[in-house]
């Protein structure tokens, strides 16, 4: 059906054997019957252990070493994940705040009775590891400033007021604007104000996040079209192109539009599934003088995309070819991944060469986008040589590339090419994110891996990853349907110490799980716990 359409005629490609060009991709359109899943030979480690039952400390051997060189001293399980021997500043520090102190105040008196001096250096790392645990980063960050002869860059007030209102803490976030107003030494910018105005936007606190905008000149930021593009873009990517448009209709007799402000409308009608106001916000932008560019017309791609309407997707690009406005990396990007989700995995794979004949080159993106969908068609192997063949034609892989992969092989129980892969990125200087991390951790809670999950924590502490209340809600799932309820329980009680909302079903299942093992105690603990959580959103 779908292949029928001009769209995917469009992108149809004869191709060469003498062009050097499309040499990656040529054997998997050359077989385009080519579909089934790989097999592989079971490694001889799977044939001798005994699935049934996994053994909770093992690991697999070829990766041994490489784990054990993260000093797992602690036997169990270890919560506390700097438990382990410690012998630099970032170290020292991370093991005084992992003791849970109640209040800001209180790091603050543990800090003061340590020999540690506060570096510009230190703190950016402490701020990046607990970025998602607000009581040990204020306590750092309020430490730091009474540290003789230190003093915070801007960008260390930045961080915090981004940590402050991913905490939902806006008015200890003000406070912190106020007072870098106060030292009179340009600290806010146009940068602070972003992260205050996202942020905002993110609470739901859509009026808020449009006064702090009227409010910008109070802080000396010039209310200019980039600082209105900020907001609209913020309202129009947090689900209320509405209030973005209000915005515009406001100051737009006021404030100096360009293409940008456009787009980020068109954008969000489009993902709001407006058409009738994304196509009016068009012709309002001719009116004003300004050419719709690639980045107007892929966001009417992508809505087409997601509705699987090929044939309006045909019309665009045609339109694009006759106004002279060739697609990018980006446009080609969601229209191969478009028609690998329809499962038109040929025609996918033609978008490539249609790509590289019209001179565009691939990024990383595009090859993440490629992996997906030739893994979820089972064609690990030809995914795995895409991979490979990034490299060779000048594109590092990159986190999104390396995440991808090690979702697959997660989600295959490819334990031993999962782990592997999180090694080569540490080879590569490629630094993982919580993306990277959660279909591992869910693995190793699934076949439960408990050293493995262990050194993974260590892993992420080490890569200044902090974990959320998503990760956290994985940890306990995962260990609830593994039948480690002890460590259910204590991943649960350290989410709620951070001030996290624990998700309604998360707790629920915590607490059924309990009361099936007839823990008793436990499962009173965690309904007091419960019981004692401030009343917010859940997260």
């Not at 992969?405 to 919580?434: G, T, V, W, Y």
Request: net charge neutral; charged share 30%; glycine share 4%.
């Amino acid at each position: 059906m779908l292949a029928k359409h001009k769209f995917l005629r469009l992108f149809r490609y004869h191709h060469s054997q003498k062009n050097p060009n499309i040499k990656p991709l040529r054997h998997l359109i050359c077989n385009p019957f080519c579909t089934a899943t790989e097999s592989q030979e079971l490694p001889s480690w799977i044939k001798s252990s005994d699935t049934k039952n996994p053994d909770e400390d093992f690991v697999i051997p070829s990766l041994a070493s490489w784990v054990e060189s993260y000093k797992l001293h602690e036997p169990r399980l270890a919560i506390n994940i700097s438990s382990e021997k410690t012998d630099t500043d970032i170290d020292r520090l991370s093991k005084i705040l992992k003791n849970r102190y109640p209040s800001p105040d209180e790091v603050v008196q543990a800090l003061d009775g340590s020999c540690l001096s506060a570096t510009t250096g230190l703190i950016e790392q402490i701020l990046r590891r607990f970025s998602n645990d607000l009581v040990p980063a204020l306590g750092v960050f309020t430490w730091a400033k009474t540290q003789t002869g230190y003093r915070h860059t801007p960008e260390i007030y930045n961080s915090m007021v981004d940590i402050l209102g991913k905490g939902k803490r806006f008015d200890l976030m003000w406070d912190l604007v106020r007072e870098m107003d106060d030292l009179n030494d340009g600290y806010v910018t146009l940068a602070t104000m972003g992260k205050i105005m996202r942020r905002l936007a993110r609470g739901g606190k859509y009026d808020d996040a449009v006064e702090a905008f009227r409010g910008l000149d109070k802080f000396g930021v010039t209310r200019d079209a980039m600082a209105m593009n900020l907001l609209m873009d913020a309202l129009a990517k947090e689900k209320s192109v509405e209030h973005a448009y209000e915005v515009f209709c406001e100051f737009k007799d006021c404030t100096p539009l360009n293409t940008g402000t456009f787009n980020i409308l068109i954008y969000g009608w489009c993902k709001a599934r407006k058409l009738e106001d994304a196509e009016r916000t068009m012709d309002e932008m001719k009116k004003h003088g300004f050419v719709p560019d690639v980045v107007s017309y892929t966001s009417f791609i992508e809505h087409y995309c997601h509705e699987k309407d090929f044939r309006k997707i045909d019309e665009i690009f045609q339109e694009m070819q006759e106004k002279g406005c060739k697609p990018n990396a980006v446009t080609y990007t969601i229209a191969m991944h478009a028609l690998g989700k329809a499962k038109q995995i040929n025609e996918a794979l033609e978008v490539y060469a249609k790509m590289k004949s019209d001179g565009c080159l691939p990024d990383a993106k595009f090859y993440s986008s490629l992996i997906f969908i030739l893994s979820k068609a089972g064609r690990t192997k030809d995914a795995n040589e895409i991979f490979e063949d990034m490299k060779k034609h000048g594109v590092m892989p990159d986190v999104l590339t390396y995440t991808t992969m090690i979702s697959f092989a997660c989600e295959h129980s490819r334990e031993e090419d999962a782990l592997k892969l999180l090694q080569k990125m540490e080879e590569d200087s490629c630094k993982p994110n919580l993306k990277t991390y959660a279909p591992l951790l869910k693995m190793c809670c699934k076949k439960r891996r408990m050293k493995v999950l262990n050194f993974l924590l260590i892993h992420m502490f080490r890569n200044d990853v902090s974990i959320d209340a998503g990760t956290y809600a994985l940890l306990v799932r995962g260990l609830c349907m593994s039948g480690k309820l002890e460590l259910a329980c204590s991943f649960f009680k350290e989410m709620v110490s951070k001030g996290m909302v624990p998700m309604n079903a998360t707790y629920k299942m915590l607490v059924e799980e309990l009361n099936k093992k007839s823990m008793g105690e436990a499962k009173e603990q965690i309904e007091k716990l419960m019981s004692q959580v401030k009343p917010q959103e859940s997260v």
